[in-house]
């Protein structure tokens, strides 16, 4: 029984893909993750922000003449600055290249076209295997259109796939107008990969502060279904792999995202909760499903109830919602 799968061309021995999180942070907690069976492990984001700040924090502590004497201690940069570094960063994904034999994903996260080449050349050079661009933008300007927000992604990710070699991901947000006709033209630009979704952390209100409070929830596999939906609906119109990132916690979910279309799935909170173990768990799951149902390999059951294969398509489109709403009784 094979459960090897491709996913931006790189052969991985399952599907199940350490998503972006803290634990890129711990050679030894990474190490655990691929011997637990981890097929490939996702960096957390390099912001666009650290970049920014690192150029300022140059650009002041080279052009500015006050304090810029040999003894000056605030000619450098402060300490909390080097650790946003993007160096740091770089630096720390060759440690993870040297420390593991699977693929190693960087990631960048931003908003404006700016220096995302040079930085994603940068990751190529330090032995990325892949980039995967989160595409954070929540759109607030009443002066922007669809049009504009979506233009300008497509234009970072199209700087991006340009200027290196190795495959681009672009983790997406499910909130656009029209999101199977942008994730095609993603697809046309040349993009190895989508990853359906992007989770939104949402600000709660302090109201005895009266404060914007920001709240860090792991997921729950109840997220899985905005998933699902997309992915079977996306995946017979693109030729870019899929990944389910968002509601991935058992053997079960991950097969649902595979029968959706997905290549690999992303898991984080259940790994948080639970630690390594909990990927030998899911694999084992998965093949005593396989053995069950007498699938041989994942590629055999990719896609089986994505929207041109599922015996009922309706069920991705609007007669289910009206399905749905009048199947409750009061």
């Known amino acids: 029984m094979k459960l090897t799968t491709n996913y931006l061309?790189?052969?991985l021995r399952n599907p199940i893909v350490v998503g972006a999180s803290p634990f890129c942070d711990n050679l030894n907690a990474v190490c655990q993750l691929e011997d637990a069976g981890a097929a490939a492990i996702v960096m957390h984001s390099l912001f666009e922000e650290q970049i920014d700040l690192e150029q300022r924090a140059l650009i002041h502590h080279t052009e500015s003449i006050a304090d810029s004497n040999a003894e000056a201690n605030s000619y450098f940069p402060r300490f909390e600055e080097y650790n946003l570094a993007p160096d740091h960063y770089i630096r720390q994904l060759g440690r993870l290249k040297a420390a593991v034999a699977i693929p190693v994903i960087a990631s960048l996260n931003g908003r404006h076209a700016g220096g995302?080449?040079?930085?994603?050349?940068?990751?190529?050079?330090?032995?990325?295997?892949?980039?995967?661009?989160?595409?954070?933008?929540?759109?607030?300007?009443p002066e922007v259109d669809a049009e504009q927000v979506e233009g300008?992604?497509?234009?970072?990710?199209?700087?991006?796939?340009?200027?290196?070699?190795?495959?681009?991901?672009?983790?997406?947000?499910?909130?656009?107008?029209?999101?199977?006709?942008?994730?095609?033209?993603l697809d046309r630009i040349g993009t190895g990969g989508l990853v359906f979704f992007n989770r939104f952390y949402q600000p709660d209100f302090d109201i005895e502060e009266l404060?914007?409070?920001?709240?860090?929830?792991?997921?729950?596999?109840?997220?899985?279904?905005?998933?699902?939906?997309?992915?079977?609906?996306?995946?017979?119109?693109?030729?870019?792999?899929?990944?389910?990132?968002?509601?991935?916690?058992?053997?079960?979910?991950?097969?649902?995202?595979?029968?959706?279309?997905?290549?690999?799935?992303?898991?984080?909170?259940?790994?948080?909760?639970?630690?390594?173990?909990?990927?030998?768990?899911?694999?084992?799951?998965?093949?005593?499903?396989?053995?069950?149902?007498?699938?041989?390999?994942?590629?055999?059951f990719r896609g089986a109830l994505n929207l041109k294969r599922c015996p009922d398509p309706a069920a991705f489109e609007r007669a289910n919602y009206i399905r749905i709403l009048q199947s409750w009784r009061v």
């Open 9 to 11: 061309g790189l052969k």
């Open 211 to 300: 404060e914007v409070a920001p709240h860090l929830k792991l997921s729950d596999p109840s997220e899985l279904l905005l998933r699902l939906r997309w992915l079977a609906v996306v995946s017979p119109h693109v030729k870019a792999s899929l990944s389910a990132s968002g509601g991935v916690h058992t053997s079960q979910d991950a097969i649902k995202a595979i029968l959706a279309g997905a290549h690999s799935v992303q898991v984080v909170s259940a790994l948080l909760k639970h630690g390594p173990p909990v990927i030998a768990t899911m694999l084992a799951g998965i093949q005593s499903w396989m053995s069950e149902f007498g699938y041989t390999k994942i590629d055999e």
């Open 152 to 185: 300008d992604m497509l234009e970072i990710v199209r700087s991006v796939v340009t200027s290196v070699k190795i495959p681009v991901a672009v983790k997406l947000s499910p909130f656009h107008t029209a999101l199977t006709q942008f994730a095609v033209t």
């Open 116 to 141: 995302w080449t040079e930085y994603a050349r940068l990751l190529e050079s330090a032995g990325a295997d892949a980039i995967e661009l989160n595409l954070y933008q929540l759109a607030t300007d």
